[in-house]
């Protein structure tokens, strides 16, 4: 067991399942009749932006994450729902790097 922070500089190899906390995987619903869930961070994440990826556990056409902060993130779906849909998730911190505003004007 580490208490406190532990840094490995090499590769990493996990022979069996990992069990992480409930700000870096968990489930969010987007209910029927809405177009979008939130999920907000018990902790909010620091020194690196957090990158998100969802998945519908059901038809939820089309759906796309937003506003993605320190502290959670939005699950949208193009078109209000006939029924409740859940979506598994994940959120890793991550060291982003900006695309230089030259390529952004292109």
Known sequence: IFKGKLT???PAKFES???????TAGQVT???GSKMAKVEFGKEYKKAMPIVTATPMGNAGSF???DVSASGF??????????????NWMSLGG???PVPEEEVAN
Not at 17 to 23: A, E, L, N, Y
Not at 74 to 87: C, S, Y
């Open 8 to 10: 490995v500089k090499g």
């Open 17 to 23: 399942q990992i069990t992480v906390g409930k700000d």
């Open 30 to 32: 987007v209910k029927a």
């Open 74 to 87: 939005t699950v949208n779906v193009a078109k209000a729902l006939k029924e409740d849909v859940t979506f």
């Open 64 to 66: 796309w994450v937003s």
């Open 95 to 97: 060291q982003l790097t």
